[in-house]
């Protein structure tokens, strides 16, 4: 099945799409609410970048893939990502194509499947979460998305269960002309631990697209979520895409995001911290090239007692590339004893290349710890000579630096598997 979106704002089309995939009835309502508030919300206005000027109207169509039955019937690219893994969900284009979890997960009530099946299967669970994090009326972005997205990943950890391995996820488009918009909604019960970790990526160029997707966290009492999510889109792929996590008390998430993309970004992610002794960890790497534009949002927003939010973002531009990072750190009244610290770096390779780092502290509360640090500049010429001195040339002091440069970020991650592939991507881009 294939349906042309042409008109992302009519009420009727969002719910006549949704009855064709046999979704319940409170999403098919969900959808047309939000695709009638679409049409009198504006756009989301990052900091210094005109996104208006972008053609962020190309969603393409929905279309129902054929499903796959092993990772070797995967595209080389795609299935070299997934190598090994054991809960697995592989959405490409507009469907899921493959599902698996392991019976030993599914015994301890472990849910891991894509969101539309969810929605049939589980909706006393998915109905409580969807689009509480990120709000349908947010702008005119989350509208459509609350309208039009598809597959994507549910996961859901019951009370009191530890997942010691990564639950892996995979999105793929190998078709401009097709819808690309993943819904991941992540649930995490009292005391729960899980990894979740997610690739998306092209496969091929062709006409301009936009990919859009959100991320909703839900981390209960004690929870602990890790998220790994790494981007390689390609140069004709508009990227947008919100990440959220509300976290109780004593919850904890840990982001690790790798915005490797060759085309536009706009990537923004928050932490909540709802409840008293939660904490957020994100750590950001991203490398521009060519003409590039990126508007990097990291954020935190904390309402508890002794909470504890950590920030560090890293990027390299190249050539004619240019990045927005933004650090926001938000302590409302009342959340005393709360500490928020976060680092912008950006380091650019070329003297047409552009970075900004921007932090921003906005403290309501007398009894707290915050602090900052940004820097942009290029490569250290002294440095450099310095190397060439002791016999390096001139090519490998600067791929040596820098490594350097993002090694703070790299190397803390806990991830074994998404530390080595967030390594060769890094090492991928730098060389191209």
């Not at 891991?112 to 689009?131: C, G, I, M, R, S």
């Not at 912008?344 to 970075?355: D, F, I, N, T, Y």
């Not at 350097?404 to 890094?426: C, H, K, N, S």
Request: hydrophobic share 40%; proline share 4%; glycine share 8%.
């Amino acid at each position: 099945m294939s349906t042309q979106l042409e008109n992302p704002v009519e009420r009727e089309f969002a719910e006549e799409l949704s009855r064709s995939k046999g979704e319940p009835a409170w999403l098919t309502s969900l959808r047309g609410e939000a695709a009638e508030l679409a049409g009198s919300l504006e756009w989301p206005k990052p900091e210094k970048t005109r996104i208006d000027r972008w053609n962020l109207t190309a969603f393409g169509q929905y279309g129902k893939p054929q499903a796959l039955s092993a990772e070797s019937e995967l595209p080389e690219a795609a299935a070299s990502l997934v190598a090994g893994a054991g809960a697995l969900v592989v959405q490409r284009g507009s469907g899921t194509v493959l599902r698996r979890l392991p019976e030993e997960l599914s015994a301890k009530g472990i849910i891991f499947t894509d969101l539309e099946t969810a929605a049939a299967e589980h909706p006393e669970l998915v109905q409580k979460y969807l689009f509480q994090a990120v709000k349908k009326d947010e702008n005119k972005l989350t509208a459509l998305h609350a309208a039009l997205w598809n597959g994507g990943v549910f996961l859901y950890v019951p009370k009191d269960v530890e997942v010691d391995v990564p639950l892996q996820a995979l999105f793929y488009n190998d078709n401009a002309d097709v819808s690309f918009a993943p819904h991941i909604l992540i649930v995490a019960e009292r005391h729960s631990r899980v990894t979740y970790v997610d690739n998306a990526l092209t496969i091929g160029g062709g006409a301009d697209a936009v990919h859009h997707s959100v991320i909703e966290v839900f981390a209960e009492a004690g929870a602990k979520v890790d998220v790994a999510t790494i981007h390689q889109l390609g140069s004709n792929v508009i990227d947008l895409t919100t990440r959220r996590a509300v976290l109780e008390n004593d919850a904890r998430i840990q982001w690790v995001i790798g915005d490797l993309n060759d085309g536009n970004v706009v990537s923004d992610t928050l932490s909540i911290l709802k409840g008293n002794g939660s904490s957020s960890d994100a750590a950001v790497v991203s490398i521009g090239a060519g003409k590039q534009k990126m508007s990097l949002t990291t954020g935190a927003k904390h309402f508890g007692l002794n909470s504890d939010s950590n920030m560090v973002t890293r990027a390299v531009m190249k050539e004619e590339a240019s990045a927005i990072i933004n650090g926001v750190t938000k302590i409302e009244k009342g959340a005393t004893k709360a500490n928020g610290v976060q680092t912008e770096k950006v380091l650019m390779l070329s003297p047409k290349a552009r970075g900004d780092a921007n932090p921003i502290l906005l403290i309501d509360e007398d009894d707290v710890t915050a602090g900052h640090a940004a820097s942009v500049g290029q490569v250290n010429p002294e440095q450099v000579y310095y190397l060439m001195s002791r016999g390096v040339s001139k090519e490998e002091a600067q791929r040596l630096i820098i490594y350097g440069f993002l090694a703070p970020v790299v190397t803390e991650i806990p991830i074994d598997a998404v530390r080595e592939q967030l390594q060769q991507l890094l090492e991928r881009k730098l060389e191209a």
